[in-house]
Every structure is written in structure tokens, then in C-alpha cells.
């Protein structure tokens, strides 16, 4: 076995799991169970400056897989990685502001993904919402790799992870994050590599379960 960055051990995943429901407001995870694309979350912290707030630098998260990785296939894992958590802290820097402080939003987005960032953060404008809290993710798992040798198909790498819909919630401006207990959900998110950059092009809600978080 290799330890992997964070000093976790990476297992590999032999088989690509068929795209389950979409990543998540609370609406769509108090519907029954669904495998279509859904909006992106939004965040829950108080609106208390206007001023842009600069992303913190992406980084490699520790993650797990029972894949059997190539150097090529590690190599497209770690960009994919670096393009996920790029992906959840603009999802936080841009709903946490109530969907103002929406610049570079296709920076780690593209596709489905950078639609439903984009069509969130209008919503929020446009209802005087934010997002009280934090989107986070725990205990990430790298399902599938696909390297294609057609030039007509893209890189991709698909990527489940635990997050809690606790965590956050889109609540009216100047209303706290509500406490409700917390509820582990499993997220699938796809990145794709195109014209040589990862980003995040598709999100989907796996299961309303997840024991890790």
C-alpha cells in the first residue's frame, strides 16, 4: 500500500458507480430519492463585510482508493483534487456573501457545475439570501479514472466525499445557521480535464447517508 498526502492510506476503486442524485440546497434532499444533477449548495456565514474575500490556495486533500493508480492516473487525480477543493472554497466565498462576491466563479467550475453556481448565487441576490455556515467535505474517495486515448473524450476522475447539510444552510440575510442535528450525505462530484485544465463539470447526490460524517 502507498500512504497518500495527508498521511492517509489510498486504496482503488475497480468500478465506476452509475451517477446518483445531484449536490445539494435543501430543498432537493427533502425530495425522494432522485439521480439527476442538482444545484450546488450555498454557505452560511453572516454577511457581515462587503469586501471580495480572496480564495485560500487549493490543495491535494488526503484521500482514499482501492483504484490500482498508474503515475499517469495519480497524476490526474491530484489535479483533479486541487480543482475539487478550488470548487467547494469558491462555493463557500460566493454564497457566503449572498452571491455578490461572484468573480472567477468558472475558475474550478465548468458544464452543470458552474450553471447551478452561478443560477444560485442570482437567486440569492435576488431573495436578500446567503449561506450561514460552511460547505465542507470529509473522508474523500477517488471511485473512478478515465484516461481516454481519443482526442474527442475528456480526462475525467470522479470523486465521492461526505459532507454534513448541518453544516450550512441558506437562510434570509442577518438569520444565523439554524441548529438542526447533523446529517451525514455522501456527494459525487466528476471533474474533467479539457484544453489541459481540471475542473469540476458535474455534482450529484450519491446517498442521504454517510457513516464518516
Sequence with gaps: MKTGYGGRIRYRTTTALTLAAALALPLVLSGCEDHSPVAAPTSTL????????TDPQPTIPAYETELDLSPEETEAVEGALVAFEGYIATINRVFSSGGKDNKNTDKFARDGSLKSL???????RSKDQYMAGNYKFY?????????????????????????????????NQGEPL???SPKGITMQHVVTKVEGEWKVANQYLRSKECADA
Excluded at 473522508?139 to 454534513?164: H, K, M, N
Design 139 to 171: 473522508d474523500v474517495q477517488i471511485e473512478s479514472v478515465a484516461l481516454p486515448d481519443s482526442d474527442s473524450d475528456d480526462d475525467a476522475v470522479t470523486i465521492l466525499f461526505c459532507t454534513r447539510d448541518s453544516d450550512w444552510s441558506v437562510v
Design 178 to 180: 439554524p441548529s438542526v
Design 118 to 124: 452561478e443560477t444560485e448565487a442570482q437567486t440569492m
Design 46 to 53: 453572516p454577511a457581515k463585510d462587503s469586501s471580495p474575500v
